[in-house]
């Protein structure tokens, strides 16, 4: 099967192309990246007035399966992403029973292979069952194909058990994500210390929860010499605190999500559930810290942190809702309006921030457009303006905020592996 890919504006960082290109698919792989490729016998995609990247990584999602596939699963999770324009997703181990073990892996990546349309990569967890007493096998979960190790959605408290798991990980050479909160300081909270909590009524979470915790994990990586990331950061100080560590050589990178650009706390006005997340939405000052810091590359990537949850979850008292967003379909388009429209980030850097560091990261040989790579391809109009329908998603879950929101960049095509996934805004 050949495809051509013609008249596309190419942004590939990896091999310092930016220009327009065309590119030749031969057997799921990048045969030729040029001008005036001569072609017949296969599909022809005219991009004319269009970017091509390298097929968008996410970093950090939630996919819900096993045992929690009322939310989502990996066949809905997948098309969700392929409509977002990721080619590659990386999943979280809170599912039910924990991914904390071979056999965890081996079920998410024999599932994804028989029901995913983009490429899965587990995460596996760093304690067993995530409860933060005794490490997971490290080593079992790596062989097994799980890319990191995470407690997500729960703190590893014990600062020893982290130690451990920093150096077990470097002799196994897998990525360490630290989920950043003291839950003794945010004390069941459950929206950001401040104003609207105060006139809501609410507890709520100070920033120090999330920065004691980032601290911490900055101390423990410089004393064993080892990587770290940290997910979804959220407040000013944390990307000070983040920016003073890689001056200092400190091995860590970083990680934001769309909604800590492109919202503040005040969006849960009215007791509104959908902008309930975790870390919280904060205040404006920190909006614009998390800006400064993917511009000055103090923040490396934007991950979704794809959360989904049945509405039942989150149509209660804000107290009791769920935590989290849906992601996949408005990474993108946020990314693009937020960031690449004001001028805060280049193109270039986009891709960098949601392709090639993601891959980095993770140590996946993704994120190039370079000849004999898998054709993971992301090919996008970053100025037609759409409506964001929540009725429109592919995920099984509906929970975002930004329904009705007037967002600019449409996916047009995601091609997985050479295979068209979807092919003029259409999922096939």
């Not at 205040?283 to 490396?300: C, R, S």
């Not at 693009?336 to 993770?362: A, C, D, F, R």
Request: hydrophobic share 40%.
């Amino acid at each position: 099967m050949k495809i051509l890919i013609k008249n596309g504006h190419v942004v590939d960082p990896k091999t310092n192309r930016d220009g327009i290109f065309d590119i030749l698919i031969e057997n799921g792989k990048i045969s030729e990246v040029g001008n005036e490729i001569e072609f017949s016998n296969g599909d022809i995609i005219d991009a004319k007035g269009k970017y091509v990247f390298p097929g968008l990584v996410d970093a950090h999602c939630h996919l819900r399966d096993p045992g929690l596939e009322y939310k989502e699963d990996i066949e809905t999770g997948t098309r969700s992403a392929a409509m977002g324009g990721f080619t590659s997703i990386a999943c979280m181990p809170n599912t039910n029973p924990v991914i904390d073990n071979e056999a965890m892996v081996r079920y998410v990546l024999n599932k994804a292979k028989s029901e995913g349309i983009v490429n899965v990569f587990p995460i596996g967890a760093i304690s067993k069952g995530s409860k933060g007493e005794e490490l997971a096998e490290i080593g079992e979960l790596k062989f097994a194909g799980a890319v990191a190790i995470s407690d997500d959605g729960k703190p590893v408290k014990n600062a020893s058990l982290m130690k451990k798991a920093l150096q077990y990980s470097s002799m196994f050479d897998i990525t360490v994500i630290s989920h950043c909160e003291d839950p003794e300081l945010a004390e069941e909270g459950v929206m950001n210390e401040g104003y609207y909590s105060t006139t809501m009524g609410l507890k709520g979470i100070p920033a120090a929860a999330e920065e004691v915790m980032v601290a911490r994990e900055l101390i423990l990586a410089e004393y064993t010499k080892t990587p770290i990331h940290i997910a979804h950061v959220s407040t000013e100080l944390s990307v000070d605190l983040i920016r003073n560590a890689k001056k200092r050589g400190v091995k860590v990178t970083a990680e934001t999500c769309p909604h800590y650009f492109s919202l503040t706390e005040a969006a849960c006005e009215n007791f509104n559930t959908l902008a309930k997340v975790n870390p919280p939405l904060r205040t404006q000052k920190d909006v614009d810290a998390i800006i400064e810091g993917l511009k000055d590359g103090t923040i490396d990537i934007i991950a979704t942190d794809h959360a989904p949850h049945h509405v039942d979850e989150k149509n209660v008292e804000f107290t009791i809702a769920a935590n989290g967003l849906v992601g996949f379909e408005t990474a993108l388009p946020l990314a693009i309006t937020y960031l690449v429209k004001p001028g805060h980030l280049t193109i270039q850097q986009l891709v960098e921030k949601m392709s090639v560091n993601p891959s980095k990261i993770l140590g996946l040989n993704k994120g190039s457009l370079e000849i004999g790579q898998a054709a993971d391809i992301t090919i996008v109009d970053i100025n037609e303006e759409y409506t964001v329908d929540v009725s429109k998603f592919k995920s099984k879950s509906k929970n975002s905020p930004y329904h009705g929101f007037k967002l600019q960049g449409t996916v047009y095509e995601t091609i997985v592996n050479g295979k068209v996934i979807v092919k003029e805004k259409i999922l096939l």
